[in-house]
């Protein structure tokens, strides 16, 4: 374990947009305000609310316009939106332009077959649509995150060149990102493999925030956690209570639970700024609401208690 | 990450003994020998059994005899049972001698309170009744392990000094262990602390092989092995299908899968010798045979395929 882990990460929590778009049921705008206001309460930084897109084909994030109007802004929250497309842009843009909203995720693919497959576009169509949507999103004052799903694999093209998504990500920035995500979209990643990509990684995008979203889809989530940080990474995101995350296949678990995230940032002296147990709260409401068990191990192990003498979890 | 990973792992199976041992359901002993059969045929080279405890407290492993009776010895293969007591190592004997077993497994807690809960009692009685019962062990011509029960942690007396832990591993070794298993029994180990305690272990052991045994408690498991492993650590113990491990709570995940450990693994390029296929139908096998949907993320989610173009796992 080198000496060098970083002191302190950020986290971006995405569970209000990721999580409550894959559940079947659509979770009332009320309970999704409640979760918002647990999860800032919490501590969290960075939150995807929402996505302004189709509601006949996401009719569990139609309520996009209601969340943002009823949500007042935090200091030093960054509330953000998935803007999949121009008209999503405009949607958002009043959000932005009256502080309701500070940032925009955008995403595309690093394969044509699984950009295709989301989108129906190329990658190259993605990138010359994404300049100018990124551009506009500058405009209306929105920080902006640029997302590239299957960073370290894809289920249709197998292996992916680093090399490829950094070209994929130096154009983004050359957009206007300030951020660039990276997804393990399916769960293929592995930890030498996470920490081989980001060696480079720093190198070849030197003046941009690098940020690692992992999925725990074989149980390997926070290894890849542990093999970024090694690197220097300090910026993740994740999803309360193992939300969402685009289980495949179905059944598989998705995003990394961010309660587990922060236990074990926490328990090795990284900090997070959240504070667990309230954290916990937050997923046990969810899956209160839910009425399912949720994947998080944190919702039933609880918090590491090393001043226990009594037994008291047991 | 270092370029030092060990190139090679040994991996324990315990799911024979301690997962079918926390079923609620006697599992038949004709589908013990199954299981234990496919465990061996997908590579694995190291299977804890079953163990000699009294039938009245433990019934699922009332058959003990049973099993070692009908399985045949297979070259390459060390098969090995939990001894807890003189009265186990009386019962185990026969089946050293007549080559049917290879190692003896022995345990005690890191801490007073948790040997006492356990076992009823002080480390320094256990440390008394092991080094006759170790030298016997021996003598009947097994190979002998130590493992340490809550040597990340302990949920009654909190923090464990590793020095605490080396000391009594060093008394097992000087009884006669070739190998000390140290236990995260209740998932409070973090990857820093992990990567801290074998740095040391190795100066503190120099002859003697280390084996790490990682619950899942928290989600962290595979993390810990990947500090282990940092840190040259070539020998896990885990349980397919996620079976077992003392859950605590009720409800928590227990051990590290051997199909996630597996796969993270030989996705890193560390071989384990075991065919992750034929693993995770011994794993499907058991779930079917318990008719409850077990904690594996393999079992869902399937070996990574990098050769897939055409999606068929989606």
Same mark, same amino acid.
């Given at each position: 374990?080198?000496?060098?882990?970083?002191?302190?990460?950020?986290?971006?929590?995405?569970?209000?947009?990721?999580?409550?778009? !894959?559940?079947?049921?659509?979770?009332?705008?009320?309970?999704?305000?409640?979760?918002?206001?647990?999860?800032?309460?919490?501590?969290?930084?960075?939150?995807?609310?929402?996505?302004?897109?189709?509601?006949?084909?996401?009719?569990?994030?139609?309520?996009?316009?209601?969340?943002?109007?009823?949500?007042?802004?935090? *200091?030093?929250?960054?509330?953000?939106?998935?803007?999949?497309?121009?008209?999503?842009?405009? !949607?958002?843009?009043?959000?932005?332009?009256?502080?309701?909203?500070?940032?925009?995720?955008?995403?595309?693919?690093?394969? *044509?077959?699984?950009?295709?497959?989301?989108?129906?576009?190329?990658?190259?169509?993605?990138?010359? *649509?994404?300049?100018?949507?990124?551009?506009?999103?500058?405009?209306?004052?929105?920080?902006?995150?640029?997302?590239?799903?299957?960073?370290?694999?894809?289920?249709?093209?197998?292996?992916?060149?680093?090399?490829?998504?950094?070209?994929?990500?130096?154009?983004?920035?050359?957009?206007?990102?300030?951020?660039? %995500?990276?997804?393990?979209?399916?769960?293929?990643?592995?930890?030498?493999?996470?920490?081989?990509?980001?060696?480079?990684?720093?190198?070849?995008?030197?003046?941009?925030?690098?940020?690692?979203?992992?999925?725990?889809?074989?149980?390997?989530?926070?290894?890849?956690?542990?093999?970024?940080?090694?690197?220097?990474?300090?910026?993740?995101?994740?999803?309360?209570?193992?939300?969402? %995350?685009?289980?495949?296949?179905?059944?598989?678990? %998705?995003?990394?639970?961010?309660?587990?995230?922060?236990?074990?940032?926490?328990?090795?002296?990284?900090?997070?700024?959240?504070?667990?147990?309230?954290?916990?709260?937050?997923?046990?409401?969810?899956?209160?609401?839910? %009425?399912?068990?949720?994947?998080?191990?944190?919702?039933?192990?609880?918090?590491?208690?090393?001043?226990?003498?009594?037994?008291?979890?047991?």
């Amino acid at each position: 374990m080198p000496q060098s882990l970083p002191d302190s990460v950020r986290i971006r929590e995405v569970g209000p947009r990721d999580g409550f778009q !894959n559940e079947p049921e659509v979770i009332p705008t009320a309970e999704k305000l409640r979760l918002i206001g647990m999860l800032a309460d919490s501590g969290l930084r960075r939150i995807e609310l929402t996505s302004f897109v189709r509601p006949d084909v996401i009719p569990q994030l139609a309520d996009a316009s209601e969340v943002l109007d009823a949500l007042e802004p935090r *200091d030093g929250v960054a509330y953000s939106v998935l803007i999949p497309n121009r008209k999503g842009l405009e !949607n958002a843009t009043p959000y932005a332009e009256s502080g309701r909203i500070q940032e925009g995720n955008f995403f595309l693919s690093a394969t *044509d077959t699984h950009n295709r497959k989301n989108v129906n576009r190329t990658v190259e169509e993605s990138l010359a *649509d994404l300049e100018g949507t990124i551009g506009a999103a500058r405009e209306a004052g929105l920080r902006c995150e640029g997302v590239i799903s299957v960073s370290f694999g894809c289920p249709y093209e197998g292996r992916v060149e680093p090399s490829r998504v950094f070209e994929i990500a130096a154009r983004l920035v050359g957009f206007g990102c300030e951020e660039i %995500g990276f997804g393990d979209t399916t769960g293929m990643a592995n930890p030498r493999q996470v920490g081989e990509f980001f060696a480079e990684a720093r190198g070849a995008l030197p003046s941009v925030e690098l940020t690692a979203h992992f999925h725990n889809t074989r149980g390997q989530g926070l290894a890849n956690v542990l093999a970024a940080l090694e690197q220097g990474v300090d910026s993740f995101e994740s999803s309360f209570g193992e939300l969402g %995350g685009c289980p495949v296949p179905p059944g598989a678990t %998705g995003n990394i639970a961010t309660e587990d995230l922060v236990s074990m940032l926490e328990e090795m002296g990284v900090s997070t700024g959240v504070e667990l147990e309230a954290l916990v709260a937050a997923s046990a409401e969810a899956q209160g609401a839910l %009425g399912r068990a949720l994947g998080s191990h944190l919702l039933t192990a609880g918090p590491v208690d090393w001043s226990n003498r009594a037994g008291s979890r047991l």
